[in-house]
């Protein structure tokens, strides 16, 4: 073998060392990008669920008064999370009892500020309820005004919240250690001018591209599970 054949040779060797741990790279990163999307998921579907099971309580449907509970739907939102994650503590806690007593007058006006609570012991999950939520925390430039015209007002709003560390594999090579995912969702339990009881109803948080959505389960007119049509004032909403 000639010293130009073993040169070459020497230098195809590197490159494709080099190519192999850049793809070994690059698939790690990829899986733990996997993991991180599932992890997103499944909060999702918690913070979706444990939204639903506030707005039922703050909607006034857990009290023959019919008024908003916030401490209930607060309780409520938390027993939810610890029965969707299977790594949830079934110890956390939160102090529910500093949110108003009711969603309506006295005990919680127009301008009431925003109260956020943390949960504690709740590791590996970081659990935020915020009680009422102001228009300017579901500001959307895509409708008109900034909120639709049925999202109702802070009183009849509670925001679950979730934040969870994955711990990476690959990714540490390049000097991320942990990738952290977000999860929200925004119920609103306010009466409702075409059903004779409050009905809690998700507001859609990314209202954009979503076209017209419009549907109608079982049932006929208002009954069944409506999807709200979105437009310039009115934002999504899903009824339960």
């Not at 409702?192 to 948080?205: D, G, I, K, Q």
Request: with cysteine.
């Amino acid at each position: 073998m000639t010293p130009r054949l073993r040169s070459e040779r020497g230098a195809s060797l590197v490159l494709i060392s080099i190519v192999l741990v850049v793809l070994m790279i690059i698939t790690g990163m990829v899986m733990d990008l996997g993991i991180q999307r599932n992890t997103r998921r499944t909060e999702q579907t918690a913070a979706d669920a444990a939204a639903i099971a506030a707005g039922h309580h703050l909607a006034g449907r857990s009290n023959q008064n019919l008024l908003g509970d916030p401490r209930t739907a607060c309780l409520a939102a938390l027993e939810s999370l610890k029965s969707s994650l299977p790594d949830f503590p079934a110890s956390a806690t939160m102090p529910c009892d500093s949110l108003p007593a009711s969603s309506v007058t006295p005990d919680c006006t127009d301008t009431s500020a925003k109260t956020s609570l943390s949960a504690t012991g709740s590791g590996p999950w970081a659990v935020t309820i915020d009680y009422p939520v102001p228009a300017a925390d579901i500001t959307d430039t895509n409708l008109a005004g900034g909120v639709g015209t049925a999202d109702g007002h802070r009183c009849e709003r509670m925001r679950v919240a979730l934040e969870h560390d994955d711990d990476t594999s690959f990714s540490r090579i390049m000097g991320i250690s942990t990738l952290t995912t977000r999860a929200e969702a925004v119920v609103k339990g306010g009466p409702e001018t075409s059903r004779t009881m409050s009905v809690p109803a998700f507001l859609l948080l990314e209202r954009s591209n979503c076209q017209v959505l419009w549907n109608s389960a079982s049932g006929s007119g208002s009954d069944g599970v409506i999807v709200r049509e979105v437009s310039a004032d009115e934002g999504g909403r899903i009824h339960a």
